[in-house]
C-alpha cells in the first residue's frame, strides 16, 4: 500500500482509507465478527487510515474500532473521528453543536470510547449554522495545542468556509463526497484546497454501493438501511444511474478489472492529494477495492471513463432533500 501525505501539514496515511460507518448499521445489519477481520484485514495490507463519527449509531462505531484496534501500536494507524452531528433516540437526526464547549465534551467521550489519548484528524461533520467555523476550529486548535489532538480536518463544507477555518489553524484535510456521479467538488472547492496546500479525503467513492457493480434494480434496502431513503436509489431514478454502471462495466472489462474497481481508481487519479475512503464492511468487499490502488488509469483511459459516465450523468440528489441544505457543494 502507497501513502499520501494529506495537505502541506497532515499526516502521511495509506493511499486507501476504511470508512466504518456501514459497521454500524448505516446499510442495515451488519456482523460485529465479520466487522472487526475486515479491520484487522486492512491493517494487514497496509491501510492505516480509519475513519469513523461519534454519531455513527451514537457510539457503536467507536466502541468497535477500539475492540479491533486492541493490543495494536498506537502509531501504526490513523483515526479520523467527526462529531457535532445530534442524534435522538430513534433514527432520527436532531441538527447540530459545534460550539466550543460542545466539541471538548465530544472529544472526551471520543477518547474514553476509543480507548486512545489522542485522535489523529478530527473534525466537525457539518458546519453548525449557529457557531461561526472559527469558534469551532478555535476550540480544537487548543485540543491540538494540549495534545488531544493531532490534525484539524473539515467535512462537507464550502470553499469560503475552508478558507476561513484555514486562517484560525491549518486544515490537515476536507472530507466530502467525490465520486464519479458526485463532482461537484471540482468547481471552487478542490482548487481552493490545492491553493491552500489541504487534502481531500473522499467518501461515497461507491456512492454507498450504487456504482460498485454489485447494486440491482430489484435489490431493496433493508431495514434501517439509508439507501432506502437516497434518492439516487429511488425507483424513480436507479434504473437510469444503473445504465451508467453498465458503460462503466464495459471500460472494466477492457481493463480487466472490476466495476467497484474503475470508480475507485478514477478517484484516486484525480490527484496525489486525495485520498479515497472505501466503506466495506466484508473482508470480501475490502479484498476487491484494494487492488483499485494498484490499477494504472493512462489518459486514453479516463477519458473513456468519462465518456461512460460524463459529469452530472446520475439522477437525484446525493443526500435526501433535508439533509442537503447543509452540505458545502451540490451533487
Ligand atoms: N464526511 C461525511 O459526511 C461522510 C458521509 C458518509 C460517509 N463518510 C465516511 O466515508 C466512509 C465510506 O463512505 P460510504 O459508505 O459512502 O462508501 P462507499 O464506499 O461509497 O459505499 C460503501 C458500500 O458500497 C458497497 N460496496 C460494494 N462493493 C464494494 C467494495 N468493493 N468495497 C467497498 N464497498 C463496496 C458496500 O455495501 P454492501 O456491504 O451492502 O455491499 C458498502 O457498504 C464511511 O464509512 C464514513 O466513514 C463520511
Known amino acids: ?93 436532531g ?3 459545534c460550539r466550543p464547549e460542545a466539541v471538548k465534551n465530544f472529544l472526551a467521550y471520543s477518547l474514553t470510547r476509543l480507548g486512545t489519548d489522542h485522535i489523529d484528524i478530527y473534525r466537525p461533520a457539518r458546519l453548525d449554522p449557529a457557531v461561526p467555523i472559527e469558534e469551532t476550529v478555535g476550540a480544537i486548535k487548543e485540543l491540538v495545542e494540549a495534545g488531544y489532538v493531532r490534525h484539524i480536518g473539515l467535512s462537507e463544507v464550502d470553499a469560503a468556509t475552508v478558507r476561513r477555518a484555514h486562517s484560525v489553524h491549518p486544515i490537515a484535510d476536507l472530507q466530502i463526497e467525490y465520486s464519479l456521479i458526485s463532482r461537484a467538488v471540482e468547481a471552487d472547492v478542490l482548487p481552493t484546497l490545492r491553493e491552500l496546500g489541504i487534502g481531500l479525503t473522499a467518501y461515497g467513492v461507491l456512492s454507498r454501493g450504487l456504482i460498485s457493480g454489485h447494486w440491482s434494480a430489484g435489490h431493496t434496502a433493508g431495514p434501517g438501511d439509508a439507501r432506502g431513503l437516497s434518492p439516487r436509489f429511488s425507483s424513480e431514478n436507479v434504473e437510469h444511474n444503473l445504465a451508467l454502471v453498465e458503460a462503466l462495466r464495459r471500460v472494466a472489462g477492457t481493463k480487466g478489472c472490476t466495476v467497484a474497481q474503475l470508480a475507485i481508481a478514477w478517484v484516486a487519479a484525480q490527484g ?60
Open 1 to 93: 500500500m502507497h501513502t499520501r501525505t494529506l495537505g502541506t501539514t497532515g499526516p502521511a496515511v495509506s493511499a486507501l482509507g476504511l470508512g466504518a460507518m456501514g459497521m454500524s448499521g448505516a446499510y442495515g445489519a451488519s456482523d460485529r465478527a465479520e466487522s472487526i477481520a475486515t479491520v484487522h484485514a486492512a491493517l494487514e495490507a497496509g491501510v492505516t487510515l480509519l475513519d469513523t463519527g461519534d454519531f455513527y449509531a451514537m457510539g457503536h462505531n467507536e466502541l468497535l474500532l477500539a475492540e479491533a484496534l486492541r493490543g495494536r501500536d498506537r502509531d501504526s494507524y490513523q483515526l479520523s473521528v467527526k462529531f457535532g452531528m445530534l442524534r435522538g433516540p430513534g433514527p432520527e437526526f
Open 95 to 97: 441538527g447540530h453543536d
Open 272 to 331: 496525489q492529494d486525495i485520498v479515497p475512503l472505501v466503506g466495506a464492511r466484508t473482508r470480501e468487499r475490502l479484498a476487491e477495492a484494494l487492488p483499485a490502488m494498484e490499477l494504472d488509469l493512462t489518459a486514453d483511459d479516463l477519458a473513456e471513463i468519462e465518456k461512460a459516465v460524463p459529469p452530472g450523468a446520475a439522477r437525484g440528489d446525493r443526500y435526501p432533500s433535508a439533509f442537503m441544505s447543509n452540505l458545502g457543494v451540490g451533487n
